[in-house]
T-cell receptor, first 113, second 111 residues
Framework: EPEVTQTPSHQVTQMGQEVILRCVPI?????FYWYRQILGQKVEFLVSFYNNEISEKSEIFDDQFSVERPDGSNFTLKIRSTKLEDSAMYFC???????????FGPGTRLTVL | DAKTTQPPSMDCAEGRAANLPCNHS???????VYWYRQIHSQGPQYIIHGLKNNETNEMASLIITEDRKSSTLILPHATLRDTAVYYCIVRVYDRDDKIIFGKGTRLHILP
């Protein structure tokens, strides 16, 4: 059964450093998403991406964040200058089309020191 | 904000049916009811969705009341691996991009 994969599973970085989180969505899916979950809190939507552009983003997704689909398989989330409060689990998801069920990856745990 | 109300936690004995309720009294005519779950520290997992008819798949059954103001997710024979947080979500199929997660119901399966 096809699944969403994410790398790395755990990323530790120093405050102010740039990080790139990587995701490989399910191959025939068209919509891609990033969510995050701070420890003990709700899963929060960050951004959705379709046809090589952002279709929707939340207030969390400020200028420090960017997304990219650099090739036909990868989908990345970049945080330019990490802050302590960026420490969280980051989940990638994909769906066959807009509004369809979303399939989530296992997550990347980001720890900012 | 999430448009659903769920109990914060529930217990169920292993092997019994787990019935998880959800209230969505302000649901619109074109909004579907979706259920996801999140096993500890893993990514959310899609379970099932429906509009007004009852739905069943290999994981669960979804019962939606006739007025669509509430629904119940049924796990017919709960196992320890079903211990998770279960999220009831309403969204428009074929339109709504993001999923808005609430706090969900933490289901404990007791051996």
């Amino acid at each position: 059964e096809p699944e969403v994969t994410q790398t790395p599973s755990h990323q530790v970085t120093q405050m102010g450093q740039e990080v790139i989180l990587r995701c490989v969505p399910i191959s025939n899916h068209l919509y891609f998403y990033w969510y995050r979950q701070i420890l003990g809190q709700k899963v929060e939507f960050l951004v959705s991406f379709y046809n090589n552009e952002i279709s929707e983003k939340s207030e969390i997704f400020d200028d420090q964040f960017s997304v990219e689909r650099p090739d036909g398989s990868n989908f990345t989330l970049k945080i330019r200058s990490t802050k302590l409060e960026d420490s969280a689990m980051y989940f990638c998801a994909s769906s066959r089309d807009r509004g369809y069920e979303q399939f989530f990856g296992p997550g990347t745990r980001l720890t900012v020191l | 904000d999430a448009k659903t109300t769920q109990p914060p936690s529930m217990d169920c004995a292993e092997g019994r049916a787990a019935n998880l309720p959800c209230n969505h009294s302000t649901i619109s005519g074109n909004e579907y009811v979706y259920w996801y779950r999140q096993i500890h520290s893993q990514g959310p997992q899609y379970i099932i969705h429906g509009l007004k008819n009852n739905e069943t798949n290999e994981m669960a059954s979804l019962i939606i009341t006739e007025d669509r103001k509430s629904s119940t997710l049924i796990l017919p024979h709960a196992t320890l691996r079903d211990t998770a947080v279960y999220y009831c979500i309403v969204r428009v199929y074929d339109r709504d991009d993001k999923i808005i997660f609430g706090k969900g119901t933490r289901l404990h399966i007791l051996p």
